[in-house]
């Protein structure tokens, strides 16, 4: 078991998934001086070529024969996220340190199996939700924690997509199948997630509202939502909501974060956030050097971002700022809750709840 990594020696990682794997894990990991040594696909012979062209060592097309065969201390599970839980429960039980893409799974049961997986392991396991870490998101976390707006009692964010007129030529694939896709889990996950992380736990109630703007892609039409408002109270009094609406080609993410002593406004785009307190306004972060949300390559940073605090908690040093699979399980019980008329059963919230340190 790669519990105790040698300090001079980079953690070997394998990737499970080569879509959002390769364009995002596999520069992220190296950035952050991890070596990646195996690319795993389902199609034959994908991993291996890919693996030739990306200049990797070993590629698979079963994860269970890459674990076997691969000399791993890290895996990184991004496939489909109804496909998620067996092999990231597998790689726990061998006691490798495991990475899960977000959303944690298209089933409540499959991410409650998960999350205990993980806290019977003896290694690191986390949920990649890097959109928590760009910067202005940090100091929006921040700003709260040092009780500038003192209780939080809203959280309100507002995303327009560019998506009409740009999703009709995307590709038909697995995103737009309502079991395991759709852009309430694959986006609205990260952004309660986020919502969570500074605003504290949800109380045992959601809503959603779901929609196709673009009903068609590539000819195919879907069954999963690309719009949506997803609405839950806070445990701690007020509430939160976020939507996430088409437009015309131009994009922008507003967050307004109000306290019983002041307000935070998140603009995304800009890369800043503001402090309002009834008397002045102050600038918390301004800082142009991070690429703008919407931008080809902007998650890479933050996947790196993600990577390096992975590796620190392996190495003894976990930031409360890494997501735990409990963490995963939460935003799951908010994503069913919400859907439960459709798909899901209705699961309450409270019984799991559990702070930051219940498991590495």
């Known amino acids: 078991m790669p519990a105790d990594q040698p300090a001079g020696r980079p953690l070997r990682v394998g990737i499970v998934g080569l879509g959002f794997g390769v364009s995002h894990h596999l520069p992220a990991w190296m950035a952050a001086g991890a070596e990646v040594v195996a690319l795993c696909s389902a199609r034959p012979g994908r991993g291996a070529e890919v693996a030739k062209a990306k200049g990797i060592a070993q590629g698979y097309d079963d994860w269970r024969v890459m674990y076997e065969r691969a000399d791993l201390d890290v895996v990184v599970v991004a496939t489909r996220p109804d496909q998620h839980a067996e092999p990231v429960i597998a790689a726990l039980e061998r006691g490798l340190h495991v990475v899960c893409e977000k959303p944690m799974s298209a089933s409540l049961d499959d991410a409650e199996r998960m999350a205990a997986a993980a806290e019977r392991a003896g290694g690191v396991s986390a949920i990649d939700f890097e959109f928590r870490l760009s ?4 100091a929006l976390k921040r700003a709260v924690e040092a009780g500038r707006i ?14 009409v007129g740009r999703f009709e030529s995307v590709p038909h694939g697995w995103l737009w199948e309502p079991a395991a896709g759709g852009l309430l889990l694959a986006l609205g996950s990260h952004h309660f997630d986020t919502v969570r992380w ?8 959601a809503a959603a509202t779901r929609w196709a703007a673009v009903p068609r892609h590539s ?14 109270g806070l445990a701690g009094g007020g509430g939160a909501s976020v939507s996430f609406t088409p437009s015309h080609g131009f994009f922008e ?3 307004a974060v109000v306290g019983t002593e002041g307000t935070l406004l998140l603009d995304d785009v800009a890369q800043t956030v503001e402090l309002h307190d009834g008397s002045r306004l102050t600038t918390v972060f301004d800082d142009a050097t991070e690429p703008a949300i919407g931008g080809p390559d902007d998650l890479v940073p ?11 908690a392996v190495h003894g ?14 935003i799951q019980y908010v994503l069913d809750r919400a859907t439960s008329h459709t798909e899901f059963p209705v699961r ?4 799991t709840r559990s702070d930051h340190g219940g498991h590495r």
């Not at 910067?135 to 940090?138: A, D, K, L, Y």
């Open 253 to 255: 993410s507003v967050a």
């Open 302 to 312: 933050r996947v790196a971002r993600f990577a390096r605090l992975f590796i620190d």
């Open 150 to 163: 003192g209780e939080v009692r809203s959280f309100q964010w507002n995303v327009r997509y560019s998506s």
């Open 317 to 330: 040093t976990r930031s409360p700022d890494l997501a735990t699979f409990r963490d995963g399980v939460e």
């Open 219 to 232: 000819g195919i039409g879907t069954g999963a939502d690309d719009a949506f408002t997803l609405t839950a």
């Open 348 to 351: 309450g919230l409270q019984r």
């Open 135 to 138: 910067g202005p998101r940090i």
């Open 198 to 205: 500074i605003a504290g736990p949800f109380a045992d109630d």
